[in-house]
């Protein structure tokens, strides 16, 4: 038996989310099904966390143990034969017996793409969100800062929730742009279930000026949601990485 690691890029257009769903097309229903056609195994592909339908993955990590002895390579290219387009394999790794995709995990870093005005694209829109008003750039990237550190991140969560938890450490925020497409990426040790796509919509709706610098203070204080911003929809989110310890 060995422990491999797999990282793992997907268009999540397609799917339901990464976890299985009876009936449903799932990232790692597709792995898993993938897996035992090659080599007749039935395994658990544990991902580093769940994605929700229309999420994208750069750089997913999973691991799972498994008999086969196939040289790495060749378990890459095979699988990667039987896998859809909208799903492939970048990496094998085998690691050590301990190591679990999402609990060895440290850090994760998100980007969320969205168009800001224009006209939005039928072909794009699988690919980025889009947002119809003006926004001040250097605002957004000076409250970005806002969120830095270790805070209770309540008030910029969806209510569908079930931990009990909020707090959660963010290590960067970065704004960017390119034209009129714009790039938030966040890195922090956890995110609550739509906690990136509401805190890039509050910074959004602050660029629009109908959240203030304030309401994000006190959102931060208090886990009032109705202070904090839209949740963006999912096909802009994409999970860039993953980290763990050295």
């Keep these: 038996m060995r422990n491999l690691k797999l990282t793992i890029e997907y268009n999540g257009s397609q799917f339901f989310g990464w976890q299985k769903q009876n009936g449903k097309r799932t990232v790692q229903g597709e792995l898993e099904s993938a897996i035992f056609a090659l080599t007749k195994e039935k395994v658990i592909v544990e991902g580093s966390g769940r994605t929700d339908r229309g999420v994208h993955a750069l750089g997913q990590v999973a691991s799972l143990k498994i008999e086969n002895k196939m040289p790495i390579k060749n378990f890459k290219t095979a699988l990667n034969n ?21 609990f060895s995990a440290k850090k994760k870093t998100y980007c969320y793409v969205v168009q800001i005005g224009g006209e939005e694209s039928a072909i794009k829109h699988a690919l980025m969100g889009f947002y119809s008003y003006d926004v001040d750039f250097e605002k957004m990237r000076e409250l970005s800062k806002l969120f830095i550190g270790k805070h209770n991140f309540k008030g910029f969560c969806s209510s569908d929730t079930n931990v009990t938890n909020f707090e959660r450490e963010i290590f960067d925020f970065k704004v960017s742009k390119h034209g009129k497409v714009y790039k938030f990426e966040v890195t922090g040790n956890g995110f609550l279930y739509n906690m990136v796509r509401i805190l890039v919509g509050t910074l959004l709706d602050c660029g629009r000026g109908k959240i203030s610098e304030e309401d994000i203070r006190t959102a931060l204080k208090t886990g009032d949601r109705s202070l904090s911003g839209k949740t963006m929809e999912p096909n802009g989110l994409y999970l860039k990485k993953v980290e763990y310890a050295k």
């Excluded at 039987?82 to 999402?102: M, Q, S, Y």
């Design 82 to 102: 039987l896998l859809p387009h909208d799903v492939k394999i970048k990496k094998v790794e085998k690691c050590e017996d301990d190591f679990h995709a999402r």
